[in-house]
């Protein structure tokens, strides 16, 4: 392992939980680990947002290294970025997709399997690790599966789906399970309990904040892309006022100074 991969190993112990943020840009990722953040992550909805894409698997492979190594740049905490689902349904193709990714520094990836059958993404796992081993990497694989988010089967049936998909995963070489909108304590046990791997959830209405979820044995808790949407909402209600009445004051309200964002990116090369 290199440093920064077991630096973000170590942080999956579960004690304290992981809070990991998700950026969407290398400012945002230098402001986010100034106030304390001991990993990065990204939101792949926040960066392809941000470049003009959609969120969805359908952008360029390309521009998630290119950010990647923007944001290593200026941050020297382990940096985690979304893969989506690889960007093909090739496992070989998305093996050579990840190898620019790991060029940049990343020490881990989310990938997940949306609507996908579950040995489809197990088979990317498989390829992934195999590339990141290559490259002397010991990448952290989050297998993010969509049981909740989509709703993938029967509400009564969602947490025995969840742990057959880490079971599956884990086997390929995933180190952690992903779960968005997994709310519900009970539900949380019962996956914890039976995953052999890791859990890791993103914030979502509903949940209990990151200290609880730690009493319920979770590791990682990320933001999604929950920052981004709250920023670009205000962004736009300022936008709005400026361009209907040229308004200044709203302007000066709540804002980081010049030199505060200045100082930020000091020295960072």
Request: aromatic share 6%; net charge negative; glycine share 8%.
């Amino acid at each position: 392992m290199s440093t920064l991969d077991k630096v973000f190993a170590d942080l999956h112990q579960g004690n304290p939980i992981l809070n990991l943020p998700n950026a969407w840009d290398a400012g945002s990722a230098r402001i986010f680990e100034a106030q304390g953040a001991k990993a990065i992550a990204t939101t792949s909805a926040g960066v392809l947002w941000a470049l003009g894409y959609p969120d969805g698997n359908l952008a360029p492979a390309r521009l998630q290294a290119e950010v990647a190594a923007a944001i290593t740049r200026v941050i020297r905490v382990p940096l985690s970025i979304d893969f989506e689902a690889g960007y093909s349904d090739d496992p070989r193709t998305v093996a050579e997709n990840i190898k620019p990714v790991l060029d940049a520094g990343v020490v881990g990836i989310n990938i997940e399997d949306g609507q996908d059958a579950p040995p489809v993404l197990a088979a990317k796992i498989e390829a992934v690790r195999a590339a990141a081993e290559k490259a002397g990497i010991a990448l952290w694989i989050n297998a993010r599966s969509d049981v909740y988010l989509q709703q993938l089967v029967d509400e009564p049936k969602r947490a025995e789906e969840s742990i057959k998909r880490a079971e599956l995963y884990g086997k390929a070489g995933a180190n952690s399970i992903f779960l968005p909108a997994l709310t519900h304590a009970d539900d949380i046990k019962a996956v914890v309990k039976g995953s052999p791997i890791p859990i890791a959830l993103m914030a979502w209405p509903g949940l209990t904040d990151s200290a609880e979820l730690q009493k319920l044995g979770v590791v990682r808790l990320s933001s999604g892309s929950g920052i981004p949407q709250v920023i670009w909402n205000h962004a736009a209600r300022l936008a709005r006022a400026f361009v209907e009445k040229g308004e200044s004051g709203p302007m000066a309200v709540d804002y980081m100074a010049h030199g505060e964002l200045q100082s930020l990116f000091a020295e960072r090369k």
